[in-house]
């Protein structure tokens, strides 16, 4: 007989429980709890650079991909350059429906402006980081960033956890569900293009990214009364291969670490930000780089953002693409399995990007 017991789903990581930022700033405060408080003379808000993040028309590069135009030729070049030196871009014309982007936005505002008992039925277990709260909190005296998220796993469906799915409101489920699928086709069809860049088997990396682990992150960051002293979202790498970033209002806080100097992704109505992540790292042998970035925070308006993060199959070893390693002759990183990469990084307090080192061999 056939035995149709269910395995439970992954467990990739839990987070130590921690109040609400959202009702805290709810509050009229003029000072931040100590908890709160990072390093004050960390301030990014003074030096923050205004260089500008490439910018990247998805319409040319894929819609002129067959042809092999020198406009399509150009475009990958762009594609390819800004992969390696900022490992942070923009995207125009990516074909994410319009309406579909709005009604997300409008549900995840939603989302955050629930009564906080309705908020807490949805909010992280202790065996479990997924629903609301922070990431990476593993000890009662690290510090706290100034922002509340709401994480969850989206794909492939077997790693879902349904009792979290079931408790969403169902216009909310319906629109993430959408979301989700557009944000994989765009994911692959990034990933398909930086292939060529990178002079990699294309067949390699789709097969690698085709039923891929995404996972979103909604952000919530409240005004702040001490903005110098705070961070929405500590200084990180992404774990996965490739984040996309839909900022869903037009108050500035991204922050990317460029040649040692903090630079500020002013937001656009019209793009996506997509930033390289570890596992991208890793395949592309080290010729794309994961870059560093933050989140701040400011005294009069709050900010929003979902992050979308896609990385390879479940059940594939993580390592350089094995048609890289031939034409470089040498693998830049170790090899394990995924599971194991993630479930390492998800225990850990979140620190620039130190977690890579350990993949990295000399
Ligand atoms: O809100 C942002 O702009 C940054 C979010 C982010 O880095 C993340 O969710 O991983």
């Given at each position: 007989m056939e035995n149709h017991t269910r395995e439970p789903p992954i467990n990739f990581g839990r987070s130590l429980i921690v109040p609400s930022v959202q009702q805290l700033a709810?509050?009229?405060?003029?000072r931040i709890p100590p908890r709160y408080a990072?390093?004050?003379?960390?301030?990014?808000h003074d030096h923050a650079h205004t260089l500008s993040v490439p910018v990247i028309d998805l319409h040319c590069l894929f819609a002129e991909a067959e042809a092999n135009s020198s406009a399509y030729s150009s475009e990958l070049n762009k594609l390819h350059t800004a992969s390696k030196e900022w490992g942070f871009f923009q995207v125009i014309n990516h074909g994410i429906n319009e309406s579909l982007l709005l009604d997300f936005k409008r549900e995840i505002l939603n989302l955050f402006n629930l009564p906080m008992e309705e908020k807490l039925k949805l909010w992280q277990e202790e065996d479990n980081h997924e629903g609301f709260g922070q990431l990476f909190v593993v000890s009662e005296e690290q510090k706290l960033d100034w922002s509340d998220m709401f994480y969850i796993t989206t794909l492939p469906?077997?790693?879902?956890k349904p009792q979290l799915f079931q408790k969403l409101p169902p216009i909310l489920r319906d629109k993430l569900e959408a979301y989700s699928m557009e944000i994989k086709r765009l994911a692959v069809a990034i990933l398909g293009q930086m292939a060529k860049a990178l002079g990699m088997d294309t067949e390699e990396m789709s097969g690698l990214f085709q039923d891929g682990v995404q996972s979103m992150r909604m952000n919530y960051y409240p005004p702040c009364p001490q903005p110098q002293m705070a961070l929405g979202f500590s200084p990180h790498s992404d774990a996965d291969a490739l984040t996309i970033l839909y900022q869903?209002?037009?108050?500035p806080g991204l922050q990317i670490r460029k040649d040692g100097k903090w630079v500020t992704v002013q937001p656009r109505a019209d793009a996506l930000v997509v930033n390289i992540g570890d596992i991208l790292e890793i395949v592309s042998n080290g010729v794309y780089k994961s870059i560093e970035h933050q989140a701040i925070v400011n005294s009069s308006n709050e900010r929003m953002s979902v992050a979308t993060f896609y990385s390879s199959n479940m059940g594939t070893e993580l390592g350089p693409a094995r048609s890289l390693v031939a034409r470089h002759n040498v693998a830049n990183y170790r090899r394990v399995p995924l599971e194991t990469y993630f479930k390492g990084f998800f225990a850990r307090k979140l620190d620039g990007k130190s977690y890579l080192d350990f993949m990295k061999l000399e």
């Open positions: 709810s509050q009229p405060l003029t990072h390093h004050p003379a960390a301030s990014s469906h077997d790693l879902r869903l209002n037009e108050t």
